[in-house]
């Protein structure tokens, strides 16, 4: 009997701790859709113009994100909240995915994100680039068995990080990029209107 109530106990927190993640992504989902529908990068022209070199906002938004993103991830780490879990660098993989992305963003003018913000705000044409992405996904999945095997492989240059490359301690290489970071944005800022 005890081991009945305690299934019955573990399958209900597990159900509840599900009920969670999903709130909580969707939360989050719905933040960072307004956040980048607010920051302007779900507009098409914005992006374009990104891709032009005429408009800065989009290179301002992801620095932003990559500096508060690395504070806050080493920082969890350092006090023991979250583990890193760091992929391997395959250049192969990390190229021609660059490529194929690089050509779709120049092609349809949004990425992924950008997308999907720019579909939640009215813009049709972002859901072509949906469309593509569906499809882009579903052929990665048909070919993922003949890819691990062939491209995923190539240049496989194990787990590297910055800090062991450049072989700097964390704590003072994640405060030197971060500040660096954001000299960058205040210069840049300073030079260009957007």
Request: hydrophobic share 55%.
């Amino acid at each position: 009997m005890a081991e009945v109530v305690g299934t019955g106990e573990h399958a209900d927190a597990a159900a509840t701790l599900k009920v969670r993640t999903m709130v909580q992504g969707a939360v989050f989902g719905f933040v960072f859709g307004f956040l980048l529908q607010k920051g302007g990068v779900g507009t098409y022209h914005i992006l374009v113009g990104q891709l032009l070199f005429q408009d800065w906002t989009v290179v301002k938004i992801m620095l932003s994100a990559i500096v508060v993103g690395m504070v806050g991830v080493f920082a969890l780490h350092h006090f023991g909240k979250v583990e890193l879990h760091i992929q391997p660098t395959r250049l192969g993989p990390n190229i021609l995915g660059g490529l194929v992305f690089g050509a779709g963003f120049a092609l349809i003018g949004y990425c992924p994100g950008t997308a999907a913000a720019a579909l939640g705000q009215g813009s049709w044409d972002a859901l072509f680039g949906m469309a593509g992405l569906v499809v882009g996904s579903w052929v990665y999945a048909e070919l993922s068995g003949r890819l691990k095997q062939t491209v995923e492989r190539w240049g496989d240059l194990g787990k590297l990080t910055l800090d062991a490359v450049l072989h700097v301690p964390r704590k003072v290489l994640v405060p030197t990029v971060a500040g660096t970071l954001v000299v960058f944005l205040i210069v840049l800022n300073a030079l260009v209107e957007r």
